[in-house]
């Protein structure tokens, strides 16, 4: 495996350098002075930040944008074997990389490196830790999967020995990560293109608490099934916290504000500590919070510090974001794509002021909905209206075996009120003449379904 000497700055290129993730190692190498170069299929938000920091892309895959110069290609897991690109690359013999090597061999470089995982809340937790470590003076190094208006993007270069880091359990990523200390958030069946099942899934994240130093922490969610599992693999401290069990950290006397935010008395070892109050909404937030409180205590910071940033802690791009509104009704926008994360959304919009509330949701890779199919369903039958869209492939084929109308059925048969309506245009005119004033609409997927409220609050 090819080693990279950070202190000798080379060419490297990014196939796939518009990725939330491989954006923010691009600009990091660069930051360091590497010459950094890339490719992507098209202009997005995160391609325009990369090339006003001054790195040049190619908006094309094609085998002439690989030159002999090159000193080492990075690519994303999305990227194909027959990629262009990739299969030049080969051919001149330069050093290629996968994104998750790239980002253990980045780890290596910090006494403190913390990895965030689970199967959902990762980047909300990332980002409400990298509050808290920025109110604290830590100088941290953080790498977020969305863009978090605190640093101005997904990425933060410190200047310091901490380095917090969202970690993904797809393809089995994490696991070439090095991290010293990790949050576990939860562990769920997702990913079943990847994974076999969820015993599959269990045994990925056992052998990621086995990464962890004698010197290192564990931060597990306790209740979690058989948490055991994962603690005993743990050669470092472990830590639990939870609502509902005898945990080492908990919380007490949850409120929710007029804006469904809550707050709450955190209780450390059975000892009550002084209110936090969130600014995120849904009960949800509490837990990660709570995994928040234990890490940055275990790193011995102030708990005024901890209380003041997470309370500065607004949201992340595409998580529970307010996007506008348009005729009086409230646009929200929200990255939910798993049936926990629907259901998490959908119980934090009950705390939200509205009169009718109004989802479209749009299913993320035929894989994910076939496997989930009755799950999808289930929690989905719990609002009030909802609008199912047509099937986002992303890396996927259509099977021709499942589709959005037999979900929008199934939301039906569990008790729902679903309709299914191809295309965003006819979507965007069934609110248009739904919605009244006084309503709430959340945009739900981890496609491109945010351009339908975009669009809705532009007009």
């Known amino acids: 495996m090819y080693k990279i000497d950070f202190q000798k700055p080379i060419n490297v290129y990014f196939i796939g350098i518009g990725g939330i993730s491989m954006s923010g190692f691009a600009l990091l190498l660069k930051d360091i002075n590497f010459n ?14 990369l090339e006003k920091a001054g790195i040049s892309i190619n908006y094309s895959q094609v085998s002439e944008n690989i030159s002999s110069d090159i000193d080492l290609i990075v690519y994303t897991a999305a990227i194909s074997k027959d990629n262009p690109e990739y299969v030049k690359g080969n051919e001149l013999n330069i050093p290629m990389m996968e994104r998750a090597e790239l980002v253990g061999q980045v780890m290596k470089n910090y006494k403190h490196a913390i990895g965030i995982s689970g199967t959902h809340g990762k980047t909300t ?41 969202e970690s993904c359990e797809y393809t089995n990523s994490f696991l070439k990560f090095h991290p010293t200390a990790e949050i576990i958030l939860n562990v769920e069946a997702d990913h079943l293109d990847f994974f076999k099942d969820l015993d599959d899934i269990r045994n ?88 928040v409180i234990a890490m940055a205590e275990f790193f011995g910071i102030a708990y005024k510090s901890i209380a003041e940033g997470l309370g500065k802690y607004g949201g992340t791009h595409r998580r529970f974001e307010k996007k506008g509104q348009f005729n009086g009704v409230t646009v929200i926008d929200d990255y939910a794509h798993h049936p926990t994360e629907i259901e998490a959304t959908l119980n934090a919009a009950k705390e939200y002021p509205k009169n009718k509330l109004w989802v479209v949701f749009q299913p993320h890779t035929y ?13 989905l039958s719990k609002a009030e209206n909802v609008v199912v869209a047509d099937i986002y ?38 609110f248009l003449k739904k919605c009244i004033n006084g309503d709430l609409l959340i945009t739900m997927g981890a496609g491109n379904v945010v351009d339908i409220g975009n669009e809705l609050v532009e007009k």
């Open 36 to 49: 950094v170069t890339g490719s992507d299929i098209k202009h997005s938000e995160v391609t325009d930040m």
């Open 367 to 379: 894989s994910r909905t076939k496997a989930l199919f009755n799950d999808f369903a289930r929690v």
């Open 393 to 430: 492939a992303a890396r996927e084929k259509d099977p021709g075996d499942i589709n959005s109308q037999m979900l929008s059925d199934a939301i039906n048969a569990s008790g729902g009120n679903s309709v299914y309506i191809s295309g965003f245009d006819e979507i965007k005119k069934y």
């Open 204 to 291: 990925s994240f056992k052998k990621f608490a086995e990464i962890i130093p004698e010197y290192g922490v564990l931060v597990i969610n306790g209740e979690i099934e058989n948490t055991a599992f994962f603690t005993d693999a743990c050669k470092g401290k472990c830590i639990t916290y939870g609502l509902n069990g005898d945990f080492d950290y908990t919380a007490k006397d949850i409120e929710f504000n007029e804006n469904g935010c809550p707050s709450f008395v955190p209780v450390k070892n059975g000892e009550e500590m002084d209110r936090i109050s969130l600014n995120v909404v849904g009960i949800h937030n509490v837990y990660n919070a709570l995994s």
């Open 125 to 165: 937790t990332t980002s409400m830790l990298s509050y808290v470590f920025m109110e604290a003076e830590k100088d941290p190094t953080i790498s977020v999967g969305g863009l978090l208006d605190g640093i101005g993007g997904n990425i933060r270069i410190g200047h310091s020995d901490y380095f917090i880091a």
